[in-house]
């Protein structure tokens, strides 16, 4: 029976990397991610790979483009290379499994992730560290993470 890969703490988030592009002769890489409530990607491009999402529980919200997506358990988004992207939380927590064609976006949470063994308390995260690396990657940051929306008057 192989090892299970290890959960890693990656900007607030657990990540788990399920497949890695040397596994898969570099056609996909793929992770999954529990994020608590708020977490927010800022708007970003890929310019390497695809990407698809399934919600596996919780709530997102999601702009794609000029599009946005309010995403629940079992819902599924793609995320084209070239368009811009992000996310937001907003349930109390969501498990997000992504793939990304090719492989190799991964190397992002194996290289800086932090092994999450027990520990209920991210570390902080480096974010310049954080945008060098993705830059590397082939991403550029082009905007804000996305706003909560604001409650609806009663």
């Known amino acids: 029976m192989e090892p299970r890969p290890p959960r890693l703490w990656f900007a607030g988030a657990v990540v788990v990397v399920r497949v ?45 483009g000029d599009q946005v997506h309010h995403l629940q358990a079992g819902d599924t988004l793609a995320l084209p290379r070239d ?29 800086l992730g932090v092994p999450a063994g027990q520990d209920t308390t991210p570390p902080p995260t480096d974010t310049a560290v954080l945008a060098e690396a993705v830059a590397r990657l082939g991403v550029r940051i082009v905007g804000p993470p996305l706003t909560p929306r604001p409650a609806a008057a009663s």
């Open 20 to 64: 890695e592009a040397s596994d898969s002769d570099g056609r996909l890489g793929a992770w999954e991610s529990e994020e608590p409530l708020g977490t927010a990607l800022p708007m970003h491009i890929h310019t390497r790979e695809d990407e698809q999402l399934m919600l596996f529980d919780g709530a997102i919200t999601c702009a794609v």
């Open 83 to 111: 368009v811009p992207h992000a996310h937001r939380v907003t349930s109390t927590t969501a498990r997000i499994f992504t793939v990304a064609t090719p492989g190799g976006f991964e190397r992002l949470f194996t290289d």
